[in-house]
């Protein structure tokens, strides 16, 4: 942490930064949640689905789209996705 002072105490500065890494451990949370309930996953296909899906939720959520849109505009063929920022002219 004394090497990287700069980045963890960034929440001094920019007020936008989380403070906590509630965020992180709440995305992880039905994972452990699901394992705990059933004992284990029975595929690491079925984790690395269900990881998806609920990182797709949380990040929608988390750019104010509500989840029921992003989920029926994904099954539809048009799923929701945070938009990349244009170039500059000039810029390669």
Known sequence: MRERVD???NF???FHVEWTNNP???AIRMAKLQAK???SWRSMRGLTAFCRVRSYI???K???VEV???LRNAFLGDPW???TPAWPSGHR
């Open 81 to 83: 996705s945070i938009a």
């Open 58 to 60: 949380a990040t929608a």
């Open 24 to 26: 992180a451990e709440q």
């Open 7 to 9: 980045q963890v105490l």
């Open 37 to 39: 309930i059933s004992g």
């Open 62 to 64: 988390a750019h104010g």
């Open 12 to 14: 001094t500065l920019d």
């Open 68 to 70: 029921f849109t992003a």
